[in-house]
């Protein structure tokens, strides 16, 4: 029984200290007085004209000009020149503030001002918890520190973790930046904002769109994603996500990217992208496709990767690695493309022959090599293709095929037939879609098929050779030829000239290559989605400010 007795009471006594420990303690004040008519149960405490009232609770420091202290209650309210500190983590000054010491919840009114050495909060009324350690205010508030400046109609400050969470109509300004949002996450340590809802970043030379994105304001880069996209470098950019870096001029998208030349009509997708603003360039790759507007009509360049150069003026894309090319009534393969925007010449490059694959390489196996065009019937080869565009009227004006040319016209009665031209050098000229008129120089050589035109049976293969021909179309198709000197040839019976010989040296009939239409840019293209990297950490935030793309591409100056 002695046992049992002294364990209640050194229960009891441990409950005593425990509850005095949880009592708010007077250290000072001016005078003190009753008044039960009016305030019941309060002891009011007022200063002296040297001393503020100074009441203590728990690590917590209150001054202020007139308390009415609730002892029973373990509570107050004080007023007039109000200020809390609580360690070195909360500095707080108002016009009011009711405490009660059992709830540890503390209420601050008119002109709040909280300063937790990161930033600076002011707003008309201030909850703290301090058992969550945590403060609310549900009126229009200011958080601000020597850049920044964020404003809102609401928030809460965590102050374990040094985070804001800012709610409805939320501006940060920044000299570099202004942003926007409903709902904004901001760690004031390292000034890391996480937003979410319709988002709008603007600085001197972007624009920022998404609904959900990190930036952080210090080191001025951010990873947006959800209706992502930026105003950057003349260039609209939308990607399912983006990185951005301002301080290195840097963009990249993944997925679903799309960058717009609206002064160019000219449009890049693909998978991944990147934008390099010091370098007036940008690059799209896996599944990379250029459109430019021609003739009211798109013109598709699809290569492995594509980059575009230059201002919008003297814009300059390049497609490298199995280059192909698509628009109504014409399309092409290449090794390589260069399409410059401003003069509206397109080259079509073959992969380089070095001098010793020349050596054993066949003249078929050149041709093979070459750049192809197919415009209807026609397929067109030369060591170097060139397509004129006429950027006034946005019209496909001409064709230049320099060494090697070499035309094929698949014989519309017999397939096993073909008209075949082949020179130095070719010059077409178009009208609108469809090419009008060819004209095949130096060293020209020809063989064509001859119908009688009622009955329809092959009566002559005509070979000849001269130094110039010209061929007019109808519908891309092979109309007229027309000998420009007098040509050296014979029209052969066709059961006089040998299958072997019907073909001219080169010849390479491509058509299983030939591409017919937007979704043929890809036939035989490795498609496995590209994939980003994300380094993941404790928190989701972390996923974002770590996120950085795998892949880069070194640009040559």
Same mark, same amino acid.
């Given at each position: 029984?002695?046992?049992?007795?002294?364990?209640?009471?050194?229960?009891?006594?441990?409950?005593?200290?425990?509850?005095?420990?949880?009592?708010?303690?007077?250290?000072?004040? +001016?005078?003190?007085?009753?008044?039960?008519?009016?305030?019941?149960? *309060?002891?009011?405490?007022?200063?002296?004209?040297?001393?503020?009232?100074?009441?203590?609770?728990?690590?917590?420091?209150?001054?202020?000009?007139? *308390?009415?202290?609730?002892?029973?209650?373990?509570?107050?309210?004080?007023?007039?020149?109000?200020?809390?500190?609580?360690?070195?983590?909360?500095?707080?000054?108002?016009?009011?503030?009711?405490?009660?010491?059992?709830?540890?919840?503390?209420?601050?009114?008119?002109?709040?001002?909280?300063? $937790?050495?990161?930033?600076?909060?002011?707003?008309?009324?201030?909850?703290?918890?301090?058992?969550?350690?945590?403060?609310?205010?549900?009126?229009?508030?200011?958080?601000?520190?020597?850049?920044?400046?964020?404003?809102?109609?609401?928030?809460?400050?965590?102050?374990?973790?040094?985070?804001?969470?800012?709610?409805?109509?939320?501006?940060?300004?920044?000299?570099?930046?202004?942003?926007?949002?409903?709902?904004? &996450?901001?760690?004031?340590?390292?000034?890391?904002?996480?937003?979410?809802?319709?988002?709008?970043?603007?600085?001197?030379?972007?624009?920022?769109?998404?609904?959900?994105?990190?930036?952080?304001?210090?080191?001025?880069?951010?990873?947006?994603?959800?209706?992502?996209?930026?105003?950057?470098?003349?260039?609209?950019?939308?990607?399912?996500?983006?990185?951005?870096? &301002?301080?290195?001029?840097?963009?990249?998208?993944?997925?679903?990217?799309?960058?717009?030349?609206?002064?160019?009509?000219?449009?890049?997708? +693909?998978?991944?992208?990147?934008?390099?603003?010091?370098?007036?360039?940008?690059?799209?790759?896996?599944?990379?496709?250029?459109?430019?507007?021609?003739?009211?009509?798109?013109?598709?360049?699809?290569?492995?990767?594509?980059?575009?150069?230059?201002?919008?003026?003297?814009?300059?894309?390049?497609?490298?690695?199995? *280059?192909?090319?698509?628009?109504? &009534?014409?399309?092409?393969?290449?090794?390589?493309?260069?399409?410059?925007?401003?003069?509206?010449?397109?080259?079509?490059?073959?992969?380089?022959?070095?001098?010793?694959?020349?050596?054993?390489?066949?003249?078929?196996?050149?041709?093979?090599?070459?750049?192809?065009?197919?415009?209807?019937?026609?397929?067109?080869?030369?060591?170097?293709?060139?397509?004129?565009?006429?950027?006034?009227?946005?019209?496909?004006?001409?064709?230049?095929?320099? $060494?090697?040319?070499?035309?094929?016209?698949?014989?519309?009665?017999?397939?096993? $037939?073909?008209?075949? /031209?082949?020179?130095?050098?070719?010059?077409?000229?178009?009208?609108?879609?469809?090419?009008?008129?060819?004209?095949?120089?130096?060293?020209?050589?020809?063989?064509?098929?001859?119908?009688?035109?009622?009955?329809?049976?092959?009566?002559?293969?005509?070979?000849?050779?001269?130094?110039?021909?010209?061929? &007019?179309? /109808?519908?891309?198709?092979?109309?007229?030829?027309?000998?420009?000197?007098?040509?050296?040839?014979?029209?052969?019976?066709?059961?006089?000239?040998?299958?072997?010989?019907?073909?001219?040296?080169?010849?390479?009939?491509?058509?299983?290559?030939?591409?017919?239409?937007?979704?043929?840019?890809?036939?035989?293209?490795?498609?496995?989605?590209?994939?980003?990297?994300?380094?993941?950490?404790?928190?989701?935030?972390?996923?974002?400010?770590?996120?950085?793309?795998?892949?880069?591409?070194?640009?040559?100056?």
């Amino acid at each position: 029984m002695k046992t049992a007795s002294y364990s209640w009471v050194l229960l009891l006594f441990t409950l005593g200290i425990w509850a005095q420990e949880q009592e708010i303690e007077i250290r000072q004040a +001016g005078s003190f007085q009753l008044d039960e008519v009016n305030f019941p149960g *309060a002891n009011i405490l007022e200063r002296s004209t040297t001393k503020q009232v100074h009441l203590v609770h728990e690590g917590m420091d209150i001054w202020s000009d007139k *308390a009415f202290f609730y002892k029973k209650e373990n509570r107050f309210d004080a007023f007039g020149n109000i200020r809390i500190i609580q360690g070195d983590s909360l500095n707080l000054t108002s016009k009011s503030v009711s405490y009660n010491g059992n709830t540890k919840l503390a209420v601050a009114k008119v002109d709040v001002f909280l300063d $937790n050495k990161e930033m600076i909060l002011e707003t008309d009324t201030l909850y703290f918890d301090r058992i969550e350690n945590k403060g609310y205010y549900p009126t229009k508030g200011v958080v601000y520190d020597s850049l920044t400046t964020i404003e809102s109609q609401y928030g809460t400050y965590f102050s374990a973790t040094k985070k804001y969470q800012f709610e409805k109509q939320v501006i940060v300004t920044h000299p570099d930046f202004i942003l926007t949002t409903n709902r904004m &996450d901001f760690y004031t340590d390292i000034k890391h904002a996480f937003f979410y809802g319709p988002s709008k970043i603007e600085g001197q030379d972007y624009v920022v769109l998404c609904q959900q994105g990190f930036y952080d304001t210090q080191n001025k880069k951010g990873f947006f994603k959800k209706n992502a996209s930026i105003d950057y470098n003349q260039r609209n950019i939308v990607g399912d996500s983006i990185y951005f870096d &301002d301080t290195k001029q840097y963009a990249a998208a993944t997925f679903n990217v799309k960058m717009t030349d609206t002064i160019n009509n000219t449009f890049l997708t +693909g998978n991944y992208g990147q934008v390099f603003k010091a370098k007036d360039s940008a690059m799209v790759t896996h599944r990379a496709v250029a459109t430019n507007l021609v003739a009211q009509d798109s013109l598709f360049i699809h290569a492995d990767t594509l980059i575009a150069t230059g201002p919008p003026e003297k814009r300059i894309i390049r497609g490298f690695h199995d *280059a192909r090319i698509f628009k109504e &009534d014409l399309s092409g393969k290449m090794d390589s493309i260069h399409f410059n925007q401003k003069t509206g010449r397109a080259k079509l490059i073959r992969r380089p022959i070095n001098e010793r694959e020349l050596q054993y390489l066949t003249p078929q196996e050149i041709s093979a090599r070459n750049p192809i065009l197919w415009s209807n019937t026609s397929q067109m080869t030369g060591d170097e293709i060139h397509l004129l565009i006429d950027n006034e009227k946005e019209v496909l004006d001409s064709l230049l095929i320099y $060494n090697n040319a070499f035309v094929i016209e698949q014989d519309s009665l017999n397939p096993d $037939n073909f008209n075949q /031209i082949k020179g130095l050098q070719l010059k077409g000229k178009f009208n609108g879609r469809s090419l009008e008129t060819v004209d095949v120089i130096q060293n020209t050589e020809m063989v064509y098929f001859i119908y009688d035109d009622e009955t329809l049976d092959l009566v002559g293969i005509d070979k000849a050779i001269c130094s110039a021909l010209r061929l &007019d179309f /109808i519908e891309s198709a092979i109309d007229k030829v027309t000998f420009f000197t007098k040509p050296d040839g014979i029209v052969y019976p066709p059961n006089e000239l040998p299958k072997n010989v019907r073909q001219l040296l080169g010849f390479k009939w491509r058509e299983e290559e030939r591409i017919s239409s937007k979704e043929d840019l890809f036939h035989g293209v490795d498609l496995d989605k590209f994939a980003i990297k994300m380094i993941t950490g404790k928190t989701p935030e972390s996923d974002f400010s770590n996120f950085t793309p795998t892949k880069k591409i070194k640009l040559a100056k």
